[in-house]
């Protein structure tokens, strides 16, 4: 069983970059695919962005497309979010995820019940 913790949160300004970090312990993260996942007291938990087992595939939601970028490190056991052009409506806590379910790509891990295994979060805080 995989254990996930996330890091790198914090509080930025409109138009910086943070990058969040998703460090796996318990088992390899070659095993998994991993997505990101974000969330506002109030709301529901909303898909970011997924990555395959190899690191090769990529998804993200239309709202960060293009300003967010997802990387694997399975040596390292450690998936990034590289977050730029930081907006206001990024403030959220963000919640890294993972899943043996590794035969899929796109949106299919846009939907949280498809992950086993979820981190404690880290709150990113966009001024505006």
């Known amino acids: 069983q995989v254990q996930l913790v996330e890091s790198g949160g914090g509080l930025a300004q409109a138009g910086d970059s943070l990058t969040l970090s998703c460090v796996a312990s318990?088992?390899?993260?070659?095993?998994?695919?991993v997505g990101w996942f974000r969330q506002i007291p109030g709301k529901e938990r909303e898909f970011v962005s997924a990555?395959?087992?190899?690191?090769?595939?990529?998804y993200y939601a239309d709202s960060v497309k293009g300003r967010f970028t997802i990387s694997k490190d399975n040596a390292k056991d450690t998936v990034y979010l590289q977050m730029n052009s930081l907006k206001f409506e990024d403030t959220a806590t963000y919640y890294c995820?993972?899943?043996?379910?590794?035969?899929?790509?796109?949106?299919?891990?846009?939907?949280?019940?498809?992950?086993?295994?979820w981190g404690q979060g880290t709150q990113v805080a966009v001024s505006s």
């Open positions: 318990g088992d390899s993260f070659t095993n998994y695919a």
């Open positions: 990555i395959g087992w190899s690191g090769a595939k990529t």
């Open positions: 995820a993972a899943t043996i379910d590794t035969h899929h790509m796109g949106s299919y891990y846009s939907a949280r019940g498809v992950f086993d295994y």
